[in-house]
């Protein structure tokens, strides 16, 4: 259901025009009111006294392609547009963003909680689809996301891989997420939450993405490209090598980088465009 939205027009000369959109929404698989971002790079020159009102709306049967950008932990729906460049890159490649709210599920179905990840694969791209004119096709749909976001990025791709064409993990948590331990300590209180106590309902071939993607392999499925990336000094950075390891033995084609720093937005921001750039988005509106 929508509550409702707000949004602001912005033009830099000679560049894109952009729309932020905050939509309201209510959410069955969450059974919450949640806040998600919309970026929407509108056609036409960029400069206001070029063209006419009509240059701003799209040709009948145009789309986006899209983008669902996910934050990390402790983070929300606003940290890509407070804390990166995100509008310009939309702009660049004229592609709409999706920033939803995750909270610390790490994208996953909360057990006896809210839906998560039904939410960001299900619910949250038709509730799009309906308010905007973004595509539903598979070779237009790309997922993104930061730390915990990486993760939920690659586990999306991986879990549904019909519907996303590639999907990017920065700083991704690509590790063993489940610290094999029943004590409920401030370091896996989150783990608890997300897969049950002492992981009950960690399911190696849902959650862990090195198994997951080995399923596919196996079962010979069209699976989503995949551009990881991760500085040297990240605390996550071994986790992105091993992945990458393990990429490289089952002969998955990995896109990985990785260069100087630690988990933080200098990182992320130069990131994202190289990743933005490798996937190969269409830089045009699509039908």
Known sequence: MLRGRSFRIYSERGKTILAVFKVNIKSQALNAATTVNVILPLPGSGNYNEGTAEDLI?????????????????????????SSNIERYAGKHRIAVVMPEGYNSF????????????????ELPRMMQSLFPVSAK??????????????????????????????????GSLGDLNPKGSELT??????????????KDFDPHKHDMSVVLEDLMRAGKDI?????????????????VGFRDHCAKIGYPLKYEEGPGIHDW????????????????????VD
């Open 58 to 82: 799209l040709k009948d049967g145009e789309k986006y392609a899209v983008l669902y950008l996910l934050h990390g932990m402790y983070g929300d729906s606003s940290n890509w547009l407070r």
């Open 107 to 122: 994208y996953n179905d909360i057990p006896d909680g809210s839906a998560y990840f039904t939410y960001l694969t299900k």
């Open 138 to 171: 598979r070779e237009y749909n790309y997922i993104a996301g930061l730390s915990m976001g990486g993760y939920g990025a690659v586990k999306a791709a991986l879990n549904c891989p019909e519907q996303y064409a590639a999907a990017i993990s920065l700083s």
């Open 186 to 199: 401030p370091g896996n209180r989150w783990f608890h939450g997300c897969y049950g106590f002492n992981g």
């Open 224 to 240: 989503p490209r995949l551009y990881v990336a991760c500085g040297t000094e990240d605390f996550l950075y071994q986790a992105n």
């Open 266 to 285: 200098v990182f992320w921001d130069h990131y994202i465009q190289r990743g933005l750039d490798w996937i190969g988005l269409p830089g045009k509106f």
